[in-house]
């Protein structure tokens, strides 16, 4: 699962939003990090819908129409699962890091 989809899922496990507030979510628990568009947001949340990860409910918000979206179930395991795995690649790329953050030996050691 893709950074994207991770961190949508990461916002909308804490609260049910529309799109706009998913996108300033994301921006806001990456620390400016990931800041995706409503390029980005809103076919991903049509493919959580599609996959029953989500459900979206219609709302009059300051007189506007908006969808809200909140994960089901299978959207709160999907998120565990991408923890997990995304926790596992993290631990994977700090151990690259430590490696190549060594001083080299010998010139041949740091090809």
């Known amino acids: 699962m ?13 609260a049910p939003l529309h799109g706009y507030d998913v996108a300033r979510a994301v921006e806001r628990v990456t620390g400016g990090c990931c800041s995706p568009t409503e390029g ?8 959580f819908e599609a996959g029953g990860f989500v459900t979206v409910a219609e709302e009059v918000v300051q007189g506007r129409q908006r969808r809200v979206y909140a994960l089901t179930d299978s959207g709160r395991a ?5 923890l997990d795995a995304w926790m596992e690649a993290t631990a994977a790329l700090t151990d690259t890091g430590r490696a190549f953050a060594q ?6 050691d740091c090809t």
């Not at 950074?3 to 496990?13: E, M, Q, T």
């Not at 001083?103 to 041949?108: H, Q, R």
């Open 40 to 47: 980005t947001i809103y076919p991903v949340l049509r493919e």
């Open 103 to 108: 001083p080299c030996k010998t010139p041949g």
């Open 2 to 14: 893709g950074l994207s989809k991770f961190f949508i899922l990461r916002v909308l496990h804490d």
């Open 78 to 82: 999907a998120f565990r699962v991408a």
